[in-house]
Structure formats: C-alpha cells, structure tokens
C-alpha cells in the first residue's frame, strides 16, 4: 500500500484543485441561494406568543401598527420614563394632518401623569400640543401623510403616579394593596371613527376607549424582586449588577399593552389547549387565586370550542386593586381584590365574564364608547355557553333568568328602561343592568329565535370576518341577518334602537 502512495501524489494534486474548484463553485452557489432566500422572519418573536396552531400572514402583520417601547419603572420614585417607536401603514382614503395618541394617565380616575418630553415622524421633530382634556396629544405632521406612506413616530415620555390610593378604593392606574398596576400607560395611537378621530373624554363607567389591534415589542427595566403580570410572552431577562431586571415582552396582535408588578404575588400556573394560564394572587387569597385559575381554564376551554381558538401562549387572571369590579385587557384579566376575600361567591362570574372578552373586545374590537352593548352584551351572553358546558343547560337558565332577566324587568318596572344602543354617557344608575344584562338577553333572544346552532355559527363567524378588526353594529346585524336567512330588523329596532327612526 505504501508503494502506490507515491505515485498517486499528482493525480490527488490534481483532485485537490478539482475539489477547490467545486468547493468555491458550492460556496458561491449557497451565497447566491442565501441572497435569493427570503430575510429572516421580520415577525420570529412575535409569533412566540401565539399558541402552537395560530397563524398569521406576514402581509396581515405588516399591516398593523407596530410598537417598540423602551422603559424605566422606578415604583419606588412613583415614576417611569420610556420611549416609543410606532411604525403605521398608512390606510386612510384622506390624507392624515395631524396624529393623536391617547394619554390616559392623565384622566382624574387614573389619578397619574403622562407627559410627552419629544416627537418625531419620520425622522423630523413635529409639534405636539394636548387634546381631549389632556387625554391626548395631537402631532402636527409637517406634511399629510397619505395611504400606502408608512410613518414613523418616535415619542419619549414620562409616567407619574400622583395620588396616593387609599386602602380599598379604586385603582386602574398607581399603587395599591402592594401592586404597582400601569394599565393604559404609555401614549396609544388613537383610534379612527369615521373619517375623523375617536378623542372622547372617558365617562364615569364604562371602558376608557378603543384601539386597533397592534404588534408590542416591549423592554422593562426595573428594580429587583417584583413579580410581573404582563400582556404577552416574556422572551428574555437579565440582571445588571445592581439586581436591576430588564425584561423583554412580545405580543401581538393585541389592542393594548399592559404591566402589574407586585413584590408579593403568588403564582399558579396549568396548561391547557397549547396556552399557559397563570393566576396571580395576594398570598392571604389563596384558595381564591387557585379558583380564578380553574374557573379561567375551563372558561378558555369552552369559549375556544364554541367561538374559535384563542390566539395566545399565555393567559393571565390577576388579582388587582379594581374593588369589586373587573376589566379585560389582552391576555389578561384584572379581577377586584374583594372578590378574592369578601364577596368570593362574584369571583366565578367575574372571571369569566372578563375571558369572554378576549373574543369580544380584543379579537373582535368595537366601539366601547359609542356602542358598548357589542362587546359587553356578547362578553355576558358568552357565560350562558360556559355555565351551560360547565355546569347544564338548566343552570345555565338560571343564570339567564336571576342575572339578566330579572333586574331587567324591575329597570322596566320603574320605568327607567333604554334601548341597549346608546353611547356609555347616555346611561345613569342601570348601565350594566341594560348595557350587559339586557345586551346578553338580545343575543338570548336570537337564539330563541333562530336556534342554538345558528347563533354559534353566527358569532364563530363573526370572529372569523372580523378578527383583529373594528366591527360595527350594522356589521353585525347584516352579518346575523345573512345566518338567519331572513331580515331581523324588527328584533334590532325593539332591542338596540328603542325605536325605527333611532338608527345608529
Ligand atoms: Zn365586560
């Protein structure tokens, strides 16, 4: 074998250029391959917070208003500080003058501050004034914005809690019982109604606005030892070397991004149908905070079978400092304290009054404000199905019958009864009991009326034409009126418009 070795020195020379030849001939083939291949995936964090099986277009995506937020949260010094960036694809017909974006904080119910410090659109600094008594801040483009334009807004800005809340008193936004609750707290693009703005000053009930749905990619720097309740999947978190935690959320597509944090929250989490739902608690509630849990599991269980799959990989349910009231947010529920420890037997309908919402609100938005019946009505009509699978049909009638029906009939005995259509200032003392209660009892007439399975068919269809989107009233009658196969005007005027000439 030796012998032969040299002999074969020039023809392996000559298959050593071959092989560098074809090698370099590879090489060139696989960078021309790389530059032809298309970029890496714009959207690769965002899809992890989806729930295995849910997809999107990366055309669907590149259609919504992106976020990229940087902040600071200091809860000792009561304050925050961060940027923004927002990309828009610009889908208007007329061209934009000025943008608007929704500063919350600064509502007397947040009791809070949000002061914007700079702004810029594509790359040049513009004026911005406040609006909406101080609900929001205008920018003045420098020049119109037309469709097909993509903008690019940067803001920075500067948080405050103010008032101190007292112990069991209302608190959407600040510190109470412990939490540092920022729900609504950086500047949110306004969102459009009609050819115009949606700029309404929120009322005393009711939620504080509507947004259009949207991608987050959010950073949080903070102090160490706080467990955080956030919108969305955590990617990733360091630590500098003062315990500082910087941590990075995704979502989207999401209507709002919202932060908890609590130095004392104790957490439970379980897995069902591919999405992590996690309960957060006080650790003196904690047979409450486990109830939340299963309560929301089975919730999101029955809700994704009867009106289609929920979009996320987690889902949070959050004990928060809202008294005995709720309110939905993305992927998260805050749940009022005292329904863990005084009034424990609302915890139930709480919880899953505010789930339902992850259908009717976020997947399927609407205007909370000119017409909240859309999504309350449905976010309470949505527990029939949860009690009905949970629980029977027969008690899920007794639910109709002693939520609904009944404080219905006494509004109507007092002679204070509403049409369901109405904008939330429109309504007083009975807002719920008309708004939700009879809004639910609309959807429970349509069943009696046209059978169980055409109002699921109606409202699985309803999340399948509209998700992510704003839908109208007239949307979703025309859509029920082309399930039902016939017109269901006499039914929309008796219930939503009180009478024929009070359309809209
Ligand atoms: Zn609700």
């Known amino acids: 074998m030796?012998?032969?070795?040299?002999?074969?020195?020039?023809?392996?020379?000559?298959?050593?250029?071959?092989?560098?030849?074809?090698?370099?001939?590879?090489?060139?083939?696989?960078?021309?391959?790389?530059?032809?291949?298309?970029?890496?995936?714009?959207?690769?964090?965002?899809?992890?917070?989806?729930?295995?099986?849910?997809?999107?277009?990366?055309?669907?995506?590149?259609?919504?208003?992106?976020?990229?937020?940087?902040?600071?949260?200091?809860?000792?010094?009561?304050?925050?500080?961060?940027?923004?960036?927002?990309?828009?694809?610009?889908?208007?017909?007329?061209?934009?003058?000025?943008?608007?974006?929704?500063?919350?904080?600064?509502?007397?119910?947040?009791?809070?501050?949000?002061?914007?410090?700079?702004?810029?659109?594509?790359?040049?600094?513009?004026?911005?004034?406040?609006?909406?008594?101080?609900?929001?801040?205008?920018?003045?483009?420098?020049?119109?914005?037309?469709?097909?334009?993509?903008?690019?807004?940067?803001?920075?800005?500067l948080g405050k809690v103010e008032r101190e809340s007292k112990a069991g008193e209302y608190t959407i936004f600040g510190i109470n019982e412990d939490i540092f609750s920022l729900t609504n707290f950086y500047p949110i693009l306004a969102a459009r109604r009609g050819t115009g703005w949606a700029l309404d000053v929120p009322y005393v009930h009711g939620d504080v606005g509507f947004h259009d749905a949207a991608l987050y990619r959010v950073q949080v720097t903070m102090p160490p030892g706080l467990i955080v309740a956030a919108t969305g999947s955590e990617l990733s978190r360091t630590v500098d070397p003062a315990g500082w935690v910087t941590a990075h959320y995704v979502i989207g597509p999401a209507r709002e991004f919202n932060l908890l944090m609590s130095a004392t929250f104790q957490v439970l989490e379980t897995e069902t149908l591919g999405t992590r739902v996690r309960s957060y608690f006080k650790a003196e509630d904690g047979a409450a905070g486990q109830s939340a849990l299963y309560d929301a599991i089975a919730a999101l269980q029955i809700y994704s079978d009867r009106f289609g799959a929920y979009p996320y990989r987690e889902m949070a349910i959050v004990q928060a400092p809202l008294t005995y009231h709720g309110m939905e947010f993305p992927g998260i529920s805050l749940i009022g304290s005292q329904v863990y420890n005084k009034f424990t037997k609302d915890l139930e309908t709480l919880v899953v009054h505010e789930v339902a919402h992850q259908w009717w609100y976020n997947q399927v938005g609407s205007d909370q404000v000119l017409s909240p019946w859309l999504d309350e009505g449905l976010a309470e009509f949505s527990m029939y199905y949860y009690y009905a699978g949970r629980y029977g049909e027969a008690v899920a009638k007794r639910l109709r019958a002693s939520r609904w029906e009944t404080p219905l009939a006494s509004v109507v005995q007092r002679g204070e009864d509403q049409p369901i259509g109405l904008p939330v200032w429109d309504y007083e003392g009975n807002y719920e009991t008309l708004v939700y209660g009879k809004g639910a009892l609309l959807f429970a007439t349509l069943q009696d009326e046209l059978g169980a399975a055409a109002v699921e068919r109606l409202l699985r269809t309803y999340v399948q034409q509209y998700q992510w989107q704003i839908a109208t009233p007239t949307d979703f009658q025309a859509l029920a009126n082309r399930i039902a196969g016939r017109n269901l005007d006499a039914i929309y005027t008796e219930w939503i418009y009180g009478s024929p000439t009070q359309g809209q």
């Open 2 to 157: 030796d012998s032969s070795r040299s002999p074969s020195v020039r023809p392996a020379h000559t298959h050593g250029v071959l092989l560098l030849a074809v090698c370099v001939a590879l090489a060139l083939l696989l960078a021309g391959c790389r530059a032809t291949k298309p970029a890496a995936d714009p959207y690769a964090d965002i899809r992890q917070a989806w729930r295995p099986g849910f997809e999107l277009s990366a055309a669907q995506l590149a259609a919504m208003p992106s976020y990229s937020i940087t902040v600071t949260i200091d809860p000792a010094q009561r304050a925050y500080t961060g940027t923004l960036e927002l990309t828009l694809p610009i889908s208007t017909t007329q061209p934009l003058t000025d943008l608007y974006f929704r500063t919350y904080p600064n509502l007397y119910a947040f009791g809070g501050e949000l002061q914007i410090n700079g702004a810029s659109v594509n790359g040049a600094n513009v004026n911005f004034t406040s609006a909406a008594s101080r609900t929001a801040v205008q920018l003045v483009l420098p020049k119109p914005l037309v469709h097909g334009d993509t903008a690019r807004v940067w803001l920075s800005f």
